[in-house]
């Protein structure tokens, strides 16, 4: 793949470079946002590791900026360890996935595989359950006439769902993707957001498998 990598802190940046050339990446650096404005290639770019702190700005105004312009690139957040704040702005500001710092290296490289793997989000998809619409460039969901809002999570959880066109996705991917951790507290709260999402949306747009995990539209298999 294609990696523009934006880390102002030369260790880290130097250190994230190595790891991902060794993966057979080629990777692109930038040291702060004018760099990274100036050398992202929406034609090229495969993915965006992007660190939140730099010193012309946050790393989200790059974001926000990358998703206004319909860039459809996945974007990995290099977060504070524990910041949740960080992380709920991060994608509300269109973050696909985040890592805490200090990172492990097998971490990173297993995130950047699994962006990877899901490649760019489709342009401009409605996704359709029943009544429910899902506008997953605007991030609008309605039930049919009426805009249901979604907080930052529920639409992460909708949105990752909706990428996989009704098929099921684990707890664990859920977990890692979402709430960056596949922690009994993580969990709990995935049960709390995926019962609120059936509230506003209806219990038919979200199915649970038991045992599996969960998947948009169909009736539960118990
Ligand atoms: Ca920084």
């Known amino acids: 793949m294609r990696l523009l990598v934006v880390e102002d802190h030369a260790p880290t940046r130097d250190l994230l470079t190595r790891s991902l050339a060794r993966d057979g990446h080629v990777v692109t650096t ?18 965006v ?12 105004a790059l974001c926000r900026a990358l998703r206004a312009d319909d860039a459809r690139v996945p974007i990995l957040i290099l977060t504070a360890h524990g910041a949740v704040a960080q992380r709920v702005e991060a994608l509300d500001a269109g973050a696909d996935d985040f890592l805490a710092k200090p990172f492990a290296l097998a ?19 409605a996704y359709r359950v029943g009544a429910v619409s899902l506008d997953l460039a605007a991030r609008r969901a309605t039930v049919g006439e009426r805009e249901v809002p979604l907080t930052a999570r529920e639409w992460a959880l909708v949105e ?63």
């Open 107 to 125: 971490e990173l490289r297993a995130r950047v595989r699994a962006l990877g793997r899901r490649g760019p989000l489709p342009r401009g998809l």
């Open 30 to 47: 930038a040291v702060d946002l004018a760099s990274a404005r100036e050398r992202f290639d929406a034609a090229t770019c495969d993915l």
């Open 49 to 60: 590791v992007l660190d939140l702190g730099l010193p012309d700005g946050s790393g989200l």
């Open 160 to 222: 990752l769902l909706a990428s996989r066109e009704g098929a099921v996705v684990t707890r664990a991917e859920i977990l890692e993707a979402v709430w960056g951790e596949d922690s009994p507290q993580a969990s709990a709260s995935l049960d709390v957001i995926a019962a609120r999402v059936r509230r506003k949306l209806g219990a038919a747009a979200l199915r649970t498998v038991r045992g599996e995990g969960y998947a948009l539209g169909g009736s539960d298999e118990g």
